[in-house]
């Protein structure tokens, strides 16, 4: 777990204090071959699950990218991660990305991702919004996770 999953399961932990959300971390699906050997099965949809406290689903990834620009794609948010974040949006949940940039951090939704994209293949960095960039701290996310009504 790297700095960034490591702070949001600190978030996670908060927000379960205050009543409002419960995350949890996804576990990866590791499989045993019939020689014993462990193997990656199927791929998780994030990093994180879980539901807000008036209940809705929350799907959270984390990608902790020092570069100006998070792409869409196998450098930056999967394919596989896309499709699932989409899915739970459509479906009426809250699918988000938690992006760190050294110390700062912005969390975005489906829709943020597809303003700031509108076409392209990443975010730039320079894109985003003030508002939307914190410190990267307990409180910066939780700030941040606030202005996505979790």
Known sequence: MNRLETMVRRVGRKLEELQRAKLWKMPNDLRITSSGEAVYGEKGPADFYGHTSSGRAIFIECKDIKATSLALGSRGIKPHQWI????????????LVVWARGEMVTVLDVDMIKSLTRGRKSISWKAIPGKWKHPLTQPGIIALLEQHSV
């Open 84 to 95: 699932a974040l989409a899915e739970l949006h459509r479906a009426g949940g809250i699918g």
